[in-house]
């Protein structure tokens, strides 16, 4: 079953395409990564599909259903979920009340329903040890993490993460991965835009190559990795 | 002089300063909202209690019951049709419009009930008090300073124990995002305005029981309560109670030296705070 499906969307800011006609489908339970150069349009991508920003033309199909017009929020609580590239959590919030404020608003539940899923996300992104610390106080991983958890409290069926693993250290990078794996093993389906490729490579199955707004590669990703048209755009090496 | 007779009507006059300042300190803390118009609406409130204690013949405390659901309608009203307009990035407008609006509620109830003094008739209450040896405590201070605490606390459970209080502490910390995850700030902050006019009614009884009051003291009850809330660091309900009570003890201080110092101790106390910790005694955390 194919879970988000885009077809022709494109977006312009003035003279600008940001997005250029990108088609593509994400089955169920697959992790997709896409990656680019500065840039290439990837975050407006992620905009697109939360509704945060309007395509100009094209369609945008969340599991079977055409949601091009449909409001960042109506969308959240048919499953997508999104982590942003600069964490923001409520800084004078506990880190367990972030997690109850986005699970109780992101699905329409009550706080006493969503309190025991709040903790177990809380144990499966390792938050649980700060979880009545207020969230400003956590280090940029442990920030990171809340994103990534906050993501999952609003239940998503999609999840999109956006440069989470960016400027984290080798050994919090690799416990980050960790986590996102356990997460895309249950299920979830992943979208992840990242700049650290041999994170990314960790988790997805796919891969997508955005440049000036257009897909220019898309598949296995080491046979992307490996096109001479992917190395020379992305990587910048003459092949 | 007796000192501790001195503070500790200092600390109850506090409670009454508390009170003023309550409501603010929770539309500031939630929506960076200066209510210029506060202590007008204040008075506002002191008015509808009159009325309906003359108009029902009801205790003052029962009117005020009665006009508390009154003015949560008027302050949601109020946020959803006025001032939500004007929040923004600048904080000029909301200046502008509660400045308005202060001049507009003073005129119009100078219209409607003279420039008269008036005062809401409490009974035997208004001279009550009790004994405690060295002291003799007011009755009716020691309500208004149990009744700011039961407010305080009442409004810190609400932040900190129900999923209103979190939905209206997230918006506090980022509107934007609270409003990604599903929050709607506009009714949001239109429901903490309305349960800022509760805390308003509540200080606007004592205020009526206690002095005279006419349709253009308002202001002059503004400048106190922005003391306490900037005392207390913005957005503390309990640093707002502990600013009341810095402004009150230095002010009843200030009087037991020189009658004339009463109001200069309170603004010179509020100096000296800030000198020490610009950013009150009980900032917040993170901002």
């Known amino acids: 079953m194919t879970i988000l499906s885009l077809k022709d969307v494109s977006k312009s800011y003035g003279a600008l395409r940001v997005t250029d006609g990108v088609s593509f489908d994400v089955p169920q339970g697959q992790a997709l990564g896409i990656i680019g150069p500065n840039g290439a349009g990837k975050s407006t991508l992620f905009n697109l599909i939360t509704g945060n920003v309007p395509a100009d033309a094209g369609t945008i199909t969340l599991m079977g259903r055409d949601v091009t017009r449909l409001t960042p929020m109506q969308r959240c609580l048919m499953g997508v979920g999104r982590s942003f590239q600069i964490p923001q959590p409520f800084g004078n919030l506990t880190v367990f009340e972030n997690l109850l404020v986005a699970a109780t608003h992101g699905t329409g539940a009550s706080e006493r329903e969503v309190s025991r899923r709040c903790a177990v996300i809380l144990e499966r992104t390792e938050l649980i040890d700060r979880a009545n610390q207020p969230a400003g106080s956590l280090s940029l991983l442990g920030r990171k993490r809340l994103e990534l958890a906050r993501a999952m409290a609003t239940d998503p069926k999609l999840l999109l993460l956006d440069e989470i693993a960016g400027g984290l250290t080798e050994g919090e990078c690799q416990a980050l991965v960790a986590t996102i794996r356990a997460i895309h093993a249950e299920g979830v389906t992943i979208i992840w835009i990242e700049h650290v490729l041999h994170a990314l490579n960790a988790v997805v199955e796919r891969l997508l190559v955005l440049d000036f707004g257009q897909v220019i590669g898309m598949g296995d990703p080491a046979t992307v ?6 190395r020379e755009i992305y990587l910048g090496i003459e092949v | 002089m007796n000192w501790i007779d001195t503070i500790l009507q200092g600390v109850l006059l506090g409670g009454l300063y508390a009170l003023f300042a309550a409501g603010l300190s929770l539309v500031f803390g939630i929506m960076r909202l200066v209510n210029l118009a506060h202590g007008d609406l204040i008075i506002l409130a002191a008015y509808l209690i009159l009325v309906i204690v003359s108009a029902l013949g009801l205790n003052p405390f029962l009117a005020a019951l009665v006009a508390m659901p009154v ?19 600048d904080i000029l407008p909301p200046l502008l419009v509660t400045f308005g609006l202060s001049i507009v509620i003073q005129n119009a109830l100078l219209q409607g009930f003279s420039a008269d003094s008036q005062r809401i008739g409490a009974g035997a209450l208004e001279t009550a008090s009790v004994d405690f040896g060295p002291v003799t405590l007011g009755v009716m201070p020691m309500l208004t300073f149990a009744s700011a605490i039961l407010v305080i606390v009442g409004l810190n459970q609400l932040f900190y124990r129900t999923a209103m209080g979190r939905a209206f502490r997230a918006t506090s910390d980022d509107p934007v995002t609270a409003s990604l995850m599903g929050i709607k700030p506009a009714s949001v902050f239109a429901q903490a305005t309305g349960i800022a006019m509760i805390v308003v009614t509540i200080a606007a009884l004592y205020l009526g029981m206690r002095a005279n009051f006419d349709p253009t003291i308002g202001p002059a009850r503004l400048i106190y309560a922005f003391e306490a809330v900037i005392i207390g660091g913005l957005g503390s309900l309990w640093g707002t109670l502990a600013g009341g009570v810095i402004i009150g003890v230095a002010q009843t201080l200030g009087a037991a030296v020189n009658p004339e110092w009463q109001i200069l101790a309170g603004h010179v106390a509020f100096l000296l705070v800030l000198l020490v910790r610009p950013r009150g005694l009980f900032p917040r955390a993170y901002d």
């Not at chain 2, 949560?72 to 990035?89: P, S």
Request: aromatic share 8%; net charge positive.
């Open chain 1, 225 to 230: 990795m490996a096109s001479k048209e992917v």
């Open chain 2, 71 to 89: 003015m949560f309608a008027l302050g949601w009203l109020l946020q959803r049709v006025v001032l939500n307009r004007v929040l923004g990035n």
